[in-house]
């Protein structure tokens, strides 16, 4: 009980101190509440709209995890396309990195303009930003086989399915996990973007509240957009850890 | 040597003038020539970077030699090869029995089966106890004897062993030692060791194959005159000390060289 306290007060203080200094300065008026709202007032716009919260985050965090999913899966399957081949990993990898830097934002009304408003638009905003750190982090853990455990494989002739199954696949499953952590958080931020334009979700909820001069519910909606990134890594982290606890050490040790 | 006459139901190996080199490194192996009869148990000594690992690789049929050519007899099939690695590089994700039954699984053989055997061969080293662990959850030392079953389940002819004992503590690696003799008694397999250490060589093999430096050549070939059933009392005997000073000479000729 008393090493609980240890290790959850710590991180406690420093938002405590925050969230108490910060309600005290726009109280006494030191802060104008326009620019910056009392964190009583975002909890309560909050409470207050919480239905309309309560649906927007739901469809936010549906969008994001769908193009989570997407990204997973074609991030896995073209990983493994790429790790067997030098040549389409030449051919294709530089195209990877280049579609990684093409800013989300810019690509938004083009999606827009091909899916329309909607859902479809914000989930494959999510697949976009989400795919490449999938991609690359699958790849790297399918080229870190232990060369050893490859000749054993070798030496007992197995088929290229089984090196990939039983060998390949498996040994890169941490990496994999790390890959769907930075993504997971991505998702949401691109899922988000995507809403900005397409409308919905928490992201509309940002863009007209911000209309509104609602900067309690602005911060508000931020406030939940990132409850719903930690919870999306959450997911993950217990996924990881209850696919890695008996084998990883970075997962052995920990409940 | 006198109960490899006897069995000869092991494999038969012979190097003949293998030759290897690698881009960078240059030549590795220039030209060695040896034969090894079923049922021996040789050990291959030579100082690091002499391409020992290499030639073991080319024994497996894991590398391709650039002259030359190794000829096996008696090792057909999947199963036929056993390999132990210098660490035990099991698969961290399968339990012990399911790490030790891979390559019976990898050979097309019924689960349930698989699994009976490798406990079969778990037991023969003395590992009954800890079939349900996982490899992070065992001993170096213990690792190894996993690595070992694994190597032994399917009772191969030639069982390939690449300094398997070398990261261990001296006491697990002295009754590894013996217990890896014990195993090769009661088995129809041959074996190549490899390693650097001459007294394990003399503790272990009837043969021992010295190694030059790189580019290395047969240094020596000298059978090892100890009795067939050793203990761990014979490694303070004179003649354990007389077989160790002759290799132990052609070793230290071969590094010069």
């Known amino acids: 009980?008393?090493?609980?306290?240890?290790?959850?007060?710590?991180?406690?203080?420093?938002?405590?101190?925050?969230?108490?200094?910060?309600?005290?300065?726009?109280?006494?008026?030191?802060?104008?509440?326009?620019?910056?709202?009392?964190?009583?007032?975002?909890?309560?716009?909050?409470?207050?709209?919480?239905?309309?919260?309560?649906?927007?985050?739901?469809?936010?965090?549906?969008?994001?995890?769908?193009?989570?999913?997407?990204?997973?899966?074609?991030?896995t399957a073209s990983a493994v396309l790429l790790s067997v081949s030098d040549f389409l990993r030449r051919a294709f990898l530089p195209y990877a990195v280049f579609f990684q830097t093409v800013p989300i934002i810019a690509v938004a009304p083009i999606l827009v303009i091909w899916f329309g408003f909607?859902?479809?638009?914000?989930?494959?905003?999510?697949?976009?930003?989400?795919?490449?750190?999938?991609?690359?982090?699958?790849?790297?853990?399918?080229?870190?086989?232990?060369?050893?455990?490859?000749?054993?494989?070798?030496?007992?002739?197995?088929?290229?399915?089984?090196?990939?199954?039983?060998?390949r696949l498996p040994f890169a499953l941490p990496q994999i996990f790390s890959g769907l952590r930075i993504g997971s958080g991505l998702a949401v931020i691109g899922a988000i973007v995507g809403e900005f334009i397409a409308g919905g979700g928490l992201g509309g909820v940002v863009d007209s509240a911000r209309t509104l001069q609602r900067i309690d519910k602005v911060f508000a909606a931020v406030l939940?957009?990132?409850?719903?990134?930690?919870?999306?890594?959450?997911i993950i982290n217990r996924v990881s850890r209850l696919s890695l606890r008996r084998w990883h050490a970075s997962e052995r040790g920990r409940a | 040597?006198?109960?490899?006459?006897?069995?000869?139901?092991?494999?038969?190996?012979?190097?003949?003038?293998?030759?290897?080199?690698?881009?960078?490194?240059?030549?590795?192996?220039?030209?060695?020539?040896?034969?090894?009869?079923?049922?021996?148990?040789?050990?291959?000594?030579g100082p690091s970077g002499c391409g020992k690992s290499t030639f073991l690789r080319l024994a497996a049929g894991l590398d391709r030699a650039d002259g030359g050519e190794v000829v096996l007899s008696g090792a057909e099939g999947p199963l036929a090869r056993g390999?132990?690695?210098?660490?035990?590089?099991?698969?961290?994700?399968?339990?012990?029995?399911?790490?030790?039954?891979?390559?019976?699984?990898?050979?097309?053989?019924?689960?349930?089966?698989a699994r009976a055997r490798a406990v079969e061969a778990l037991e023969g080293v003395g590992l009954g106890e800890a079939l349900a662990k996982f490899p992070g959850e065992l001993s170096g030392g213990m690792r190894m004897r996993v690595s070992v079953a694994r190597a032994l389940v399917a009772k191969p002819r030639l069982l390939l062993l690449d300094e398997p004992f070398a990261a261990l503590d001296e006491n697990t690696r002295h009754r590894l030692q013996e217990e890896l003799r014990a195993l090769?008694?009661?088995?129809?397999?041959?074996?190549?060791?490899?390693?650097?250490?001459?007294?394990?060589a003399v503790f272990l093999a009837d043969r021992a194959l010295v190694l030059s430096a790189r580019p290395s050549r047969l240094a020596l070939d000298r059978a090892i005159h100890l009795p067939a059933e050793r203990s761990s009392g014979l490694r303070t005997d004179l003649a354990f000390v007389n077989e160790m000073k002759a290799i132990q000479a052609a070793f230290d000729r071969g590094e010069g060289g």
Do not use: C, Y
């Not at chain 2, 132990?84 to 089966?113: I, M, S, T, Y």
């Open chain 1, 224 to 234: 939940a957009s990132s409850l719903l990134g930690l919870g999306l890594v959450a």
């Open chain 2, 184 to 200: 090769w008694r009661s088995l129809p397999m041959t074996v190549l060791f490899v390693t650097h250490s001459v007294s394990e």
């Open chain 2, 1 to 45: 040597m006198g109960r490899a006459s006897a069995s000869g139901r092991g494999a038969g190996l012979e190097f003949r003038g293998l030759r290897r080199s690698f881009p960078g490194t240059g030549t590795v192996i220039d030209g060695v020539s040896a034969g090894i009869a079923p049922g021996e148990f040789v050990a291959l000594l």
């Open chain 1, 118 to 167: 909607g859902l479809p638009t914000v989930v494959a905003s999510a697949f976009i930003v989400s795919l490449f750190p999938i991609v690359a982090s699958t790849l790297l853990g399918l080229q870190s086989t232990d060369p050893a455990l490859l000749d054993l494989f070798r030496l007992h002739r197995a088929g290229a399915l089984a090196v990939l199954f039983r060998l």
């Open chain 1, 1 to 75: 009980m008393r090493s609980r306290i240890a290790r959850v007060l710590p991180p406690l203080l420093p938002l405590l101190a925050a969230i108490g200094s910060l309600e005290f300065l726009v109280r006494v008026g030191a802060l104008p509440s326009f620019l910056v709202p009392a964190p009583s007032e975002v909890l309560g716009a909050l409470v207050d709209d919480r239905a309309e919260f309560a649906g927007a985050a739901a469809s936010t965090g549906g969008a994001a995890f769908l193009g989570l999913v997407s990204s997973f899966l074609v991030g």
């Open chain 2, 83 to 113: 390999f132990v690695f210098q660490d035990a590089h099991l698969l961290p994700w399968r339990d012990v029995v399911a790490n030790v039954a891979l390559p019976l699984e990898l050979a097309g053989l019924e689960k349930p089966v």
